[in-house]
């Protein structure tokens, strides 16, 4: 509700927040303004007034995302324009360190794009604004631009580092003075982490020089700060089911691919079924959705973790989710993802199967209602049944599927119906 | 394939220059039935006869406007300066007269002026001097110095076939020092630079005796990988080489055996700032003399010439950098 | 080797046809109707940076010019434009040089009479003097070294002996027994200088010091001028080496358009103004009942259309600034000029 601040970088130090028009409703489509709070020049705290707007539906405040001085006003008294674009910009001040605490907004607004530049004035930067930072990777290279630290980047590393999306204040430095040299960014592109998928966070905050052990870091709060909300949101409650994977095993086999993309595939099948899983509540709002934009969860290693979505997803066949996923993962895990990316999920699969757990509580994906977690595919002796009812001990991959859903928008029952439609969907590949 | 010396690298080119156009002669003082004073032209004079390797009164500013005289009458004088040092001398005619000629007037002036350069010998002030920027600075004139016996031949037969007024800057150090393979007969080095040692941290650009300088000091540093480019030709300057090399090491040593203000590495380092400045990760460094007259006694002389651990301890800091 | 005084009219008159002389005349009306339209052209504007003549030694350069056989190879100086009009540059490509047009022997890229055109044998001068005397030493030597009939000539100035290339030059033509004809202008000033602030020895006295033949010959008689050439073309031929002609004259007007010559005695240029050259081919050339008036007119009406058509012509384009300082593919030799005089009829074609 509030607006998404954008925030471009100056060439030089000062960065510049962006004050947006807000969709006060969802069939709002564009704002006047009424009258200007502040002037360029002022100064003006977090949440202060700015500017006054009226809409079809109300007339309200516009709060400034964050504190600074007023740099830039776009729009004049009485102009109309739609909703999202730039009314004003504010410098932040860069000694004002912390971002603001996260707003609460669940959805995951990513604000600023990723764009990799080739030059030394960087694009991206993370989001100082009251929506925590989103799914982007931590920033293409920039001058550090924060009074916290003064280091100082050539140009080759300013340019590899937004190259690859790397944020040169997490980079250790073996040069002169513990400056980053040239091999000491390389390294972090070459060495991609293969890393298992874990439950994830669909923020991305910002990372902070390494050094500050004894407290958790940013990153972790932030993580923190998000699962806490999403428990205290949702009436969190899990339903397992245990699904005979072996057909899936030679099949995805056959394929070259991983199982993840035939649970994809039967998960939309099965959200067809019961669309009232592919669906969105906020506060007292439950939206269902048509479309299926799946998110698959990707961890970053210390960096955190992301949730890429796959729109459309029920528009690709498995061997399309497939591609799809291993695309998503790897810009993932290189920063290259784009914003459409990592917003407007409607359903979630974690996957943290690789070291071998078989099954795990996962939080739910604010503001959608229901999350799949996929763990290890085991080999067990299970009693199969044959066409006549005779029964026999058999070898075969099992795995245990979890979902949590949240009891505010479902029932029990209808999670088991879901889960028991994956299971068919799953054991008739 | 013969091996042979700088020297012999360089007399063996005029030889078969002579042989194969006998619109080439060779002037200069002490050249013919002296052989040169550093022997670069002995025997030519008996092969070829006074016609053809000539004996010039004692006047640089005549060797330089008689050449061109003749050149533009069809032939293609090979000059010889005694020294680099005295080029000095014909600097009007070289300057003003050969090298602004074909810009003004569409005359082409092919003239080589052999330039044999450098010091390292207690040669002195006047015996010792590396004056390649004064012509780099002079449109018209092109300049090329090779470090090697199989370069000093190819440079010089492209000299000699350009349509232009080429400085030869051979290094009198070099010519009995250096040895190596060359290839038998006419053949052109283009003027274009050469990866001598082929490296991925750090990139040492050098020219003429530089070039060993450069070599032997980056051998093993700390075990670094340690590019050399040995720019061969300085008009015209191969950008692309250099710029190439800056893209893949990203820090950068230029050497100059000249004195430091306005030399050759000045305006490596200028292009340098100006098109490779997103792939520097540090400092364009220069080793190179000072700028003074270069010393006679042997310890002042070791002093201002750059030497191996120079070089060595600039590359071991930038490479820590 | 002595130095000598040339007789101007015994010799003249056995080698010079009526036509010739004609030829002589029309060469130094032309060249003092360019530039007197010149310097009217440059005071107009039109003609940027400074602007030299050669009025009152128009026969410095006609005579020895006329001398010159195809094959042979000239360094001209600023006040020798007779020279260039008779190894054949156009009347309109001369004011399009002066006026920095694009269809100028230079194409603009340098100035005033800082031109040669190289199919015409001609080498442009520089600004340093006398450069050229080395360069025209230098095309004797190659003609000595390949043993050709040919020889090559250059003018330089009184001023212009007091540099080391004078010297070289000198001492390198003379050592080497070359094919070349030094004509030393001694028009009396080196701009403001004169010939007692120049040198202790008159430079035509020096000519023995080198090994070199000197004579020194009426600047203002292009007929006299001519035969000490021919003679000093045959001596270079023949193997007896070079010559060192002076030719006493007087620069009658300043170093340049912007000198008054203040520091000229009146009476020295009254004097002079006299002995004028073309005032003098003039009177001869009617005494032999030529029509002069109508040559007079046929230059001026040559001049006219020359300026209207030179005026049109366009400016270079500053995209051409940086282009062709280095010469590609196969560098291209002097040419051949023209060279009306009848003693070089009959030789067959000129080969260019």
């Not at chain 1, 205290?232 to 899936?248: G, K, L, N, P, Q």
């Not at chain 1, 029964?391 to 028991?420: E, P």
């Not at chain 2, 050969?98 to 002195?124: D, E, W």
């Not at chain 3, 070289?168 to 027994?177: C, F, H, I, K, Y």
Request: proline residues 7%; charged residues 20%; glycine residues 10%.
């Amino acid at each position: 509700m509030s607006s998404s601040p954008t925030e471009t970088r100056a060439p030089g130090a000062t960065t510049l927040v962006d004050v947006t028009m807000p969709q006060m409703g969802v069939s709002v489509a564009e704002g006047t303004v009424v009258a200007w709070a502040k002037q360029v020049g002022d100064r003006v705290e977090a949440d202060e007034t700015v500017c006054e707007i009226s809409t079809d539906k109300i007339d309200t405040e516009v709060p400034a995302p964050v504190s600074g001085v007023v740099a830039e006003i776009l729009v004049g008294v009485d102009a109309t324009v739609e909703v999202g674009v730039v009314l004003a910009r504010i410098a932040v001040d860069s000694a004002s360190g912390e971002l603001p605490g996260g707003g609460g907004a669940a959805a995951p607004t990513p604000t600023a794009a990723p764009t990799p530049t080739a030059g030394p004035a960087p694009t991206a930067a993370p989001t100082p604004g009251a929506a925590p930072p989103p799914h982007v990777a931590p920033v293409s290279g920039a001058p550090a631009v924060n009074g916290a630290s003064h280091r100082r980047y050539s140009p080759v590393v300013q340019r590899i580092a937004a190259e690859h999306g790397i944020d040169l204040s997490v980079v250790p430095g073996t040069g002169r003075g513990g400056r980053v040299r040239k091999q000491d960014v390389l390294a972090l592109v070459e060495a991609a982490p293969e890393a298992p998928m874990h439950i994830e966070s669909p923020y991305r905050p910002d990372p902070v020089p390494a050094g500050s052990g004894g407290q958790l870091s940013r990153m972790r709060r932030q993580i923190g700060a998000h699962m806490k909300r999403s428990l205290e949101t949702s009436a969190h409650c899990t339903s397992w089911i245990e699904v005979d994977m072996t057909r899936v095993q030679s099949a995805r086999a056959r394929l070259g691919v991983t199982a993840l993309p035939f649970v994809a595939s039967a998960v939309i099948a099965a959200l067809r079924e019961h669309p009232q899983l592919n669906a969105s509540l906020e506060g007292e709002r439950y939206t269902q959705h048509a479309a299926v934009n799946l998110g698959i969860a990707v961890s970053l290693g210390e960096d955190g973790l992301i949730v890429p979505v796959i729109r459309a997803a029920h528009e690709l066949s498995v061997e399309g989710l497939a591609t799809r996923i291993r695309d998503l993962a790897k810009r993932a895990r290189t920063r290259a993802l784009t914003p459409d990316e990592v917003r407007g999920g409607t359903f979630t699969i974690t996957n943290p199967g690789q070291y071998g757990t078989i099954m795990a509580t996962p939080i739910i994906n604010q503001p959608q209602v229901a999350i799949l977690d996929l763990e290890a595919i085991v080999k067990r002796p299970v009693v199969v049944t044959d066409a006549d009812g005779n029964d026999s001990i058999a070898i075969r991959a099992m795995t245990i599927l979890g979902l949590s859903w949240d009891h505010r928008a479902l029932d029990g029952a209808l999670a088991a119906q879901f889960l028991a439609s994956l299971k068919r969907g799953l054991e008739s590949v | 394939m013969p091996t042979m010396t700088y020297l012999q690298a360089i007399s063996s080119a005029l030889r078969d220059e002579l042989r194969a156009d006998e619109r080439v002669f060779v002037m200069g003082e002490d050249i013919g039935v002296f052989g040169g004073a550093f022997k670069v032209t002995d025997g030519l004079f008996e092969e070829f006869g006074p016609g053809r390797v000539m004996d010039t009164p004692l006047a640089e500013s005549a060797i330089i406007g008689t050449a061109v005289g003749a050149a533009v009458v069809g032939m293609r004088p090979v000059c010889e300066m005694q020294f680099s040092d005295f080029i000095s001398c014909g600097f009007d005619q070289l300057v003003n007269v050969a090298g602004k000629m074909n810009y003004r007037q569409g005359l082409a002036v092919p003239i080589t002026v052999r330039l044999p350069s450098g010091g390292g010998f207690s040669g002195g002030p006047f015996h010792s001097q590396n004056p390649e920027a004064w012509f780099m600075h002079s449109p018209g004139i092109k300049v090329v110095a090779p470090s090697t016996a199989e370069d000093a031949k190819g440079l010089l037969h492209t000299a000699i076939h350009d349509p232009n007024p080429v400085c030869f800057m051979e290094h009198k150090h070099l010519y009995r020092r250096i040895k190596g393979d060359v290839p038998s007969g006419i053949y052109e080095t283009p003027m274009t630079a050469r990866v001598a040692r082929a490296g991925s941290d750090l990139v040492v650009i050098a020219y003429g005796a530089m070039v060993h300088v450069a070599l032997e000091a980056t051998e093993d540093v700390d075990g670094a990988s340690i590019e050399v480019l040995d720019l061969r030709s300085l008009v015209p300057l191969d950008s692309d080489a250099i710029l190439d090399s800056v893209a893949r090491c990203s820090k950068v040593v230029i050497m100059d055996e000249a004195n430091a203000t306005c030399a050759a590495g000045a305006q490596v380092a200028a292009l340098i700032a100006e098109h490779g400045f997103e792939d520097l990760d540090g400092p364009v460094v220069r080793v190179a003399t000072p700028d003074v007259p270069i010393p006679f006694s042997p310890p002042l002389e070791q002093a201002v010439l750059p030497s191996v651990e120079r070089v060595r301890e600039a590359c071991r800091e930038l490479l820590a950098y | 080797m002595a130095t000598e005084t040339a007789e101007p009219a015994v010799g003249a008159a056995q080698h010079l046809e009526l036509e010739d002389r004609i030829r002589l005349l029309r060469a130094m009306l032309l060249m003092r109707g360019i530039e007197e339209r010149a310097m009217s052209l440059y005071r107009q504007g039109k003609v940027p940076g400074s602007f030299y003549d050669g009025y009152g030694q128009e026969a410095v350069s006609a005579g020895p010019a006329f001398a010159m056989a195809p094959e042979d190879r000239l360094c001209i100086l600023h006040r020798d434009l007779a020279a260039h009009l008779i190894r054949g540059v156009s009347t309109v490509r001369i004011l399009a040089q002066y006026m920095g047009r694009e269809t100028g022997i230079t194409r603009g890229r340098d100035g005033n009479v800082h031109f040669g055109d190289p199919r015409l044998g001609c080498v442009g001068m520089v600004s340093m003097l006398p450069d050229m005397m080395l360069v025209a030493t230098g095309m004797a030597m190659a003609f000595k070294l390949r043993g050709e009939q040919r020889c090559a000539l250059t003018w330089f100035g009184d001023g212009s002996t007091s540099r080391g290339d004078f010297h070289e030059a000198m001492n390198w033509a003379g050592v080497q027994r070359l094919p070349v004809v030094f004509v030393l202008e001694n028009n009396q000033y080196a701009y403001s200088t004169p010939l007692d602030k120049q040198f202790a020895v008159d430079p035509v006295q020096r000519a023995a010091a080198y090994g070199l033949t000197g004579v020194t010959v009426d600047g203002n008689d292009a007929e006299a001028m001519f035969e000490a050439t021919r003679a000093a073309r045959a001596r270079a031929l023949a193997g007896d080496g070079p010559t060192l002609i002076e030719a006493v004259t007087m620069r009658m007007h300043g170093h340049a358009a912007h000198d008054d010559m203040k520091y000229v005695p009146k009476e020295q240029v009254e004097l002079w103004r006299k002995r004028d050259p073309v005032d003098r081919q003039d009177s001869r050339l009617r005494e032999l009942g030529v029509d002069v008036a109508a040559v007079r007119a046929a230059v001026l009406a040559e001049i006219d259309a020359a300026t209207e058509e030179a005026l049109a012509a366009p400016m270079p384009s500053a995209g051409d600034a940086t282009a062709d300082v280095f010469a590609t593919g196969e560098a291209v030799p002097l040419g051949d000029g023209q060279a009306p005089w009848s003693g070089f009829a009959g030789r067959g074609e000129v080969s260019s």
